[in-house]
């Protein structure tokens, strides 16, 4: 994976769109540095928030943490008799990738993942964004399960991986 993978602008999520620009708000909402801001640097010069896991090679010795915003599934809860209005259910995974090996930042690995778990659901709790996501014609009834960071192995290096597991409910979608 490298640097200049593209995500769309966040826009109104319709019958033809209704993965990609669901997918497209929430990555948005998330690469936001007001709303998650980056542990490592203020800026917004490096590269946090992916769509898929990123390769060690592209994202050399600035890469940790990062923040991988994965694809939603989706599945019919009902429509209506003429088949012009569907209610959704969605759901996808948000994975928090930290290490205490980085040079400039040692030891910090766990204070990271909980800095940003902790940005991600104040940003997917906060009501601003939620009327923004309305608008966006997403239901604001969301729900999350946030793990435990826990330690892993990864490219030699011990890593912290937790993972944000995001319901979003009712969700409608005009045909």
């Known amino acids: ?14 019958y033809s ?8 708000n929430f990555y948005n909402l998330i690469n936001t540095r007001s709303n998650v801001a980056d542990p490592k ?9 992916y769509r898929r896991e990123p390769s060690m090679d592209s994202i050399t010795d600035n890469g940790h943490p990062y923040v991988v915003v994965g694809s939603p599934s989706k599945s019919p ?10 209610i959704l ?3 996808f995974t948000i994975t928090i990738v930290s290490t205490d090996d980085d040079y400039n930042r040692e030891g910090k690995g766990k204070e990271d993942s909980d800095s940003i778990a902790e940005d ?10 939620l009327n923004t996501l309305l608008g966006y014609n997403v239901s604001p009834d969301i729900d999350y399960d946030t793990s435990e960071a826990t330690p892993d192995i990864q490219e030699d290096k011990d890593v912290y ?15």
């Open 17 to 24: 769109n209704s993965i990609t620009q669901f997918h497209a």
């Open 120 to 129: 991600i659901e104040n940003t997917l709790d906060n009501a601003g964004n």
């Open 41 to 49: 640097i203020s800026d917004s010069s490096r590269k946090f928030v």
């Open 77 to 86: 809860v009902a429509k209506s008799a003429d088949g012009s209005l569907r």
């Open 161 to 175: 991986v937790r993972t944000i597991r995001v319901t979003v409910k009712g969700g409608l979608v005009v045909r």
């Open 89 to 91: 259910l969605r759901t």
């Open 1 to 14: 994976m490298d640097k200049t993978e593209k995500v769309g602008s966040s826009g109104t999520v319709s």
